[in-house]
């Protein structure tokens, strides 16, 4: 079974950055589909950047031109750098995946995802 575990969260002021980490292991299938997803309080997840085979990546309109999204497939890592962040941005932010022998074509859609991490926390304030 898939393990993903995210790090890099934590309190910055409106305008700073932060560098998410997912290190994923654990899986049997010869490639894995990434996404990150976050949850602020009393919203739903939603997607906000997923990354495909070719190692482009689709954004949720709010992040594009500041959140980047990455994968070190030598590390079995999943990025999130995230700039110019807003109060907006608060929420805990999950990493996922799925393990697949196909082609990943970057989906924001959660219901595709079978593997969760944790969660790490982003607050950022004004």
């Known amino acids: 079974q898939v393990q993903l575990v995210e790090s890099g969260g934590g309190s910055v002021q409106a305008g700073g950055s932060l560098r998410l980490s997912c290190a994923a292991s654990?899986?049997?299938?010869?490639?894995?589909?990434y996404a990150w997803f976050r949850q602020a309080a009393g919203s739903e997840r939603e997607g906000v950047a997923a990354?495909?085979?070719?190692?482009?990546?689709v954004y949720e309109d709010s992040v594009k031109g500041r959140f980047t999204a990455y994968i070190d497939n030598a590390k079995n890592t999943l990025y999130l750098e995230m700039n110019n962040l807003t109060p907006g941005d608060t929420a805990i932010y999950f990493c996922?995946?799925?393990?697949?022998?196909?082609?990943?074509?970057?989906?924001?859609?959660?219901?595709?995802?079978?593997?969760w991490g944790q969660g790490t926390q982003v607050t950022v304030s004004s």
């Open positions: 654990g899986s049997t299938y010869p490639k894995s589909c």
């Open positions: 996922a995946s799925r393990g697949t022998s196909y082609y990943c074509g970057g989906t924001l859609n959660r219901n595709y995802y079978l593997g």
């Open positions: 990354v495909d085979s070719d190692g482009a990546a």
